[in-house]
């Protein structure tokens, strides 16, 4: 199991219009929103370092977003 918790995930599924989610399938959009998390986190991060900060910003998740 992944870092975020199975009930929010869940619900995304569901609030897509879901009536029922097997397990299996919060399991696996987990794995896929921690990919895209961690993607957005390392290009986040490499923006900020590039603009000389220690810190990553909201705008700086916002820009590694737009560029994926």
């Known amino acids: 199991m992944g870092e975020l918790p199975m009930a929010p995930v869940g619900r995304l599924i569901k609030n897509a219009g879901a009536q029922r989610v097997s397990m299996d399938a919060e399991e696996a959009l987990d794995k896929a929103l921690e990919q895209w998390a961690e993607e957005v986190s390392l ?24 560029n994926m």
């Open 43 to 66: 290009q986040a991060v490499k923006l900020a370092k590039h603009a000389g900060r220690k810190t990553v910003k909201a705008s700086d998740i916002e820009m590694a977003v737009k």
